[in-house]
């Protein structure tokens, strides 16, 4: 298969992959342990946004797929920030689930009570950039770096928290970004959502960097908007991820959530249910992404690394 080049070769006009991480096959990894013996973690990310009414124009990606201004979405978007997000946030209080908030951190400045809140809470906040309709699309890396700065100095203004974790706008990252966020000190991202645990993401410096999942599957938005589906179809959804993970253990369910789409009156009762059912269960570590990304750093990456540098089995 000359062709084909390894991971971290030089790429020809045939690229077989990314080359952002190794092939670890499912079977015959290193086993993870979580604190207090769980067989599973779980973390919520909700998506805390803002959209721009009439973003400057992006030549990749329009900000909105209607003409700008459109009022109408924008509506939509900020019915999450006025009426979802206290409703969704009473829920996981309810629930003693801590959220890690994917940050759009123009939210800090716009909405500083949903902050105030997040903090009386003891949520996480991470990067989601600054608004949900700028893109890293065509940015080169000393915009990026410029762009992490930013973001992280706003969330420590508003916080007094570390920026440990990083989300894309849009999941707009290109080959650069990963090496950028292991240079600027980020633990965690999410911008590759190939596993369903924790593992070590290649960066030309050689810091670590931990991809960890985010469950496209079972976000709030793909299965709303884009499946139709009921509230008790997520339910039924989330709550099969869960148990599936659960029995193989070692794993991560990361249930990936939106204010103006869970916060609805009419699924609010079906985030509710889950929390509900999750949280009843003893062998389970309810845990931000920092946590996560650090108990694997701390405890796990260097026997993956050496797992994976002996190579796949035949």
């Known amino acids: 298969m000359a062709l084909l080049a390894r991971a971290g070769e030089a790429k020809g006009p045939m690229q077989a992959e990314p080359g952002h991480y190794d092939f670890a096959p499912y079977r015959g990894r290193p086993r993870i342990t979580w604190p207090g013996g769980a067989r599973i973690a779980v973390w919520v990310v909700p998506n805390i946004e803002h959209y721009e009414l009439d973003p400057p124009a992006n030549p990749m990606r329009g900000g909105w797929f209607r003409p700008t201004p459109d009022v109408l979405a924008y509506s939509w978007r900020d ?111 999410l911008d590759m959502l190939h596993d369903d645990q924790p593992m070590p993401v290649r960066t030309r410096s050689g810091r670590p960097l931990v991809s960890i999942p985010y469950s496209l599957e079972v ?12 509230p008790d179809e997520w339910v039924d959804v989330v709550l099969a991820q869960f148990e599936q993970l659960r029995a193989e253990g070692g794993t991560v369910l990361c249930l990936p959530i939106h204010p103006y789409i869970i916060g609805a009156p009419h699924r609010i009762g079906a985030l509710d249910r889950v929390l509900g059912h999750i949280a009843a269960q003893p062998d389970v570590w309810l845990a931000t992404g920092r946590e996560i990304a650090r108990h694997f750093i701390d405890h796990h990456l260097a026997e993956f690394e050496a797992w994976i540098a002996k190579g796949t089995p035949a």
Not at 150 to 173: E, H, M
């Open 219 to 230: 976000n709030d938005v793909p299965q709303f908007v884009l499946r139709n589906a009921t």
């Open 79 to 189: 019915y999450g920030n006025r009426a979802g997000f206290d409703r969704m946030a009473d829920v996981m209080a309810k629930h003693g689930v801590r959220g890690s908030v994917s940050l759009n951190v123009a939210v800090c400045d716009m909405f500083p009570d949903i902050i105030a809140r997040c903090c009386e809470l003891g949520w996480e906040l991470f990067s989601h950039g600054v608004y949900n309709t700028r893109y890293m699309y065509g940015m080169d890396e000393a915009q990026q770096r410029a762009l992490i700065g930013d973001v992280r100095d706003t969330i420590f203004r508003a916080s007094g928290q570390r920026l440990d974790g990083w989300l894309s706008p849009a999941l707009s990252n290109d080959d650069l970004t990963q090496h950028i966020l292991a240079e600027e000190g980020i633990l965690y991202t």
